[in-house]
C-alpha cells in the first residue's frame, strides 16, 4: 500500500509537469498568434506535445527504467501502426453511423466543401495532432506504464487511466447537443486505446487512431462551426445525441471483442508487453 501511495504521488507531481508544459507552450502560442502572427504561434504550440512527448519518455527511463522501445514510443513500423491507428477509427466511426441511421433514424449528408477551406482544414488537422500527440503520450505512456510498472494490475491500470481520460473531457462537450452516455464512451474508448497501446506496443497506432476520431467528429459537429464542408447531420440539434449513443454502443461491442481477441484469442504480445514492463 505504502508504495502504491508514493507512485500515486509521483504521478501526481508528474502531471503537474505536464500542465506546466500545457500552459507553457499554449499560453505563449495563443498569446504569439494575437500579438506577433498566427503561424509562429501553431508553430510554438506544435512544441508543446513534443516536449510532452519527450518529457514522458525521460520520466519513464529516470522513475519507471523502462526505455523508448520498451513502451513503443520509437518510430518501429511507423506506417503500418499509422495505418492501423486510422482504419480502426474508420471502421468503428462507419458502423457507428450506420448503427444511428437504422436505430435512430439519423439522417447524415455529403454538404459542399467551403471555397476557403484551405486555412480552416489546417488548424483542424494541426489542433487534432497537438491533441493525440499529448493525450496519448500521457494517458497511456505515462499514467498506464506507471501504474502497470508499480503493480497496480491489469485492468485497475487500464480503468484508472480510462477514467482520468474521460474527466479530462467533462468540461469539453455542449451538454444540449451532446449525450450524457458520451462520458461512458470515452472510458470505452480510454481503454480500446489502451489495449491497442500494448498490443501494438506502439503509441503510434493510439495516436493516428485519436487524430482521426476527433477530425471525424468535428466534421459532423454543430453545421455553424464547420467551415470546411464535406459532410454533415440532417437536424443537427435533433439528433447529435443518437448519433453519440450509436458511437457508445459501437464502442462497447468492439471494446468486448478486442478484450477477447487480445485477452484470450492472442493474448502473447500483451504477455510479452507486460513481462517487459515489469522486469526492465
Do not use: C
Request: glycine letters at 8%.
Amino acid at each position: 500500500m505504502k508504495q502504491k501511495l508514493k507512485t500515486l504521488g509521483v504521478l501526481l507531481l508528474a502531471t503537474i509537469g505536464v500542465g506546466i508544459l500545457l500552459l507553457i507552450f499554449k499560453g505563449n502560442g495563443s498569446s504569439a498568434q494575437k500579438h506577433l502572427n498566427e503561424w509562429i504561434g501553431n508553430a510554438i504550440k506544435l512544441l508543446m506535445p513534443i516536449s510532452i512527448f519527450f518529457y514522458v519518455l525521460i520520466f519513464n527511463k529516470k522513475y519507471n527504467r523502462l526505455s523508448g522501445s520498451t513502451i513503443g514510443f520509437y518510430p518501429h513500423q511507423f506506417i503500418k501502426n499509422i495505418l492501423w491507428g486510422i482504419t480502426l477509427a474508420f471502421v468503428i466511426l462507419l458502423i457507428a453511423f450506420i448503427v444511428a441511421s437504422i436505430l435512430f433514424g439519423v439522417q447524415f449528408e455529403f454538404i459542399a466543401l467551403e471555397p476557403n477551406l484551405g486555412k480552416p482544414l489546417l488548424e483542424l488537422l494541426i489542433a487534432n495532432v497537438i491533441i493525440g500527440i499529448w493525450e496519448e503520450s500521457y494517458f497511456r505512456g505515462l499514467v498506464l506504464n506507471t501504474l502497470l510498472k508499480n503493480n497496480f494490475g491489469f485492468h485497475i491500470s487500464l480503468l484508472i487511466s480510462s477514467l482520468l481520460f474521460s474527466i479530462l473531457h467533462w468540461g469539453s462537450f455542449n451538454m444540449a447537443e451532446t449525450s450524457y452516455f458520451s462520458y461512458i464512451g470515452i472510458v470505452f474508448l480510454g481503454y480500446i486505446f489502451a489495449l491497442l497501446y500494448l498490443y501494438f506496443n506502439s503509441i503510434w497506432i493510439v495516436i493516428s487512431f485519436h487524430f482521426f476520431w476527433d477530425v471525424i467528429a468535428r466534421f459532423i459537429s454543430d453545421p455553424n462551426d464547420n467551415k470546411i464542408g464535406l459532410m454533415g447531420i440532417k437536424d443537427y440539434a435533433l439528433n447529435s445525441k443518437n448519433v453519440d449513443n450509436a458511437e457508445v454502443l459501437v464502442l462497447g461491442v468492439f471494446l468486448i471483442l478486442l478484450l477477447y481477441f487480445t485477452l484470450k484469442k492472442e493474448p502473447k504480445n500483451i504477455q510479452s508487453y507486460l513481462a517487459n514492463v515489469i522486469k526492465a
